[in-house]
Structures are given as C-alpha cells and as structure tokens.
Nanobody, 123 residues
C-alpha cells in the first residue's frame, strides 16, 4: 500500500504564502513522476505542477510565476505558493507514479497513487 502524506495547507490572506509538502514513507520501489493537482468547490480537478526525479518540471500557466514545485529526494515533493489569490482556494492533492514524467504528466489518470488532500483557503 502506497501512502502519500500531505501537509502545509491552511488559511491565508490574499498575497500570502504557503508551502505544501508531500512525503511517501515506506515505499519499496523507486518513484517516478510526482505532481500536484487541486480541486475547488463545484469545479473539476486541475493540474498544478509536476516534477521528475531528476528535477525536470512543469507548471500550469494559471500559477506560473507564483508557485514552484521542488523535490529534494525521490520520496518528497513540495509546492511553494506565493502571492496567493482567492481563486487558488481548493483542496490540493499530491500524486505519484512509478513512470517517468512525459507528455501525460498533467493528466490525473497518469498517477495511480494519491494523497488525501490538504485544504488551502485564501481570503
């Protein structure tokens, strides 16, 4: 059983910052691509960012210049969020796969492993 543990969500004012973390403790195999998605109330899940084990990364246009994805070891990924806006309010999910990142890294179906989600509220 692969467990993704997210932390770092919370409530901030517009313009504030948060840093989300996602750890995958106890996994017995090498993780490949890891990503972040979000889902706002009454909206579809949206891809936010993804990163390969070697550091190659991509980020959605809606958050480019404000959010940064990073990975300091194969089992932990971060999402630094700056200049937060009310439209960033959502539940943020971490996702992982054994596969290497590629053209499918922005699709939820690419990732078989998901975290429980962490709420981010910007007011």
């Amino acid at each position: 059983h692969v467990q993704l543990v997210e932390s770092g969500g919370g409530s901030v004012q517009t313009g504030g910052s948060l840093r989300l973390s996602c750890a995958v403790p106890g996994v017995s195999f090498r993780l490949g691509c890891m990503g972040w998605f979000r889902q706002a109330p009454a909206k579809q899940r949206e891809w936010v960012a993804a990163i390969a084990p070697g550091g190659h990364r991509d980020i959605a246009d809606s958050v480019r210049g404000r959010f940064t994805i990073s990975r300091d070891n194969p089992k932990t990924v971060y999402l630094a969020m700056n200049n937060l806006k009310p439209e960033d309010t959502a539940v943020y999910y971490c996702a992982a796969t054994k596969l290497q990142c590629g053209t499918a890294w922005s699709y939820g179906g690419f990732y078989p492993y998901w975290g429980q989600g962490t709420q981010v509220t910007v007011s």
